[in-house]
């Protein structure tokens, strides 16, 4: 049994200090950190299990759920309710896994060019050698530190350098789903697509 005793939407005190970070980069007139963080970690992840849904509800994928029961403390009344978690899904071909994750990760990259070109032109406003272009220059070599790790993602995938596993359902279906291998840790392909970095 889980318990959760608050209703507030970040537990991760990281999270919470990225959240600050930017807004304190919107009164440097810095909106492009605040762009990046909501759309890959909040509409990115709603569009593609959006995608998963339909393609599950269709045939296409396969999607395993794991079920958690959670304590819910609201204004000091426990409610019980079970929660479901995505976990890496899976494709009826290799073919079918390759494109889905191409095109996940080619919209995360879009996100991430738009948010390089919108730190770029909000920083031709702010004078070069003042602690806001200091920041806009450190927030401008993360995020290219992170489109190169998108391209260097959508070229393994291509390159078809990732682990494809084989899992069979109960009904005899044969299913594939993607797994990343980083120093001899494997990373569920869904989770680096949803991921903030």
Not at 70 to 82: C, G, H, K, S, V
Not at 142 to 162: E, F, G, H, N, P
Request: proline fraction near 4%; include cysteine.
């Amino acid at each position: 049994m889980n318990y959760q005793t608050t209703t507030l939407w970040f537990y991760n005190p990281y999270i919470f200090l990225v959240l600050a970070l930017c807004l304190g980069c919107l009164f440097l007139g810095l909106t492009s950190p605040l762009f990046y963080i909501v759309m890959t970690g909040v509409v990115l992840p709603v569009v593609v299990s959006m995608r998963l849904h339909t393609l599950s509800e269709t045939g296409s994928a396969w999607l395993i759920k794991e079920r958690s029961d959670w304590m819910l403390y609201l204004t000091a009344i426990p409610i019980q309710e079970q929660r479901s978690t995505l976990n890496n899904p899976c494709f009826s071909s290799p073919e079918r896994l390759q494109q889905f994750f191409l095109r996940g990760f080619g919209g995360k990259l879009a996100i991430q060019v738009v948010a390089v070109v919108m730190l770029f032109n909000q920083g031709k406003e702010i004078e070069l050698m003042s602690f806001a272009g200091l920041v806009e220059a450190l927030l401008l070599c993360l995020l290219v530190i992170l489109l190169a790790s998108t391209l260097r993602t959508l070229s393994q995938i291509r390159k078809q350098q990732w682990e494809i596993q084989t899992i069979t359902s109960k009904a005899g279906t044969v299913w594939y789903q993607a797994l990343f291998l980083n120093k001899q840790k494997a990373q569920p392909a869904l989770s680096k697509l949803c991921s903030l970095v």
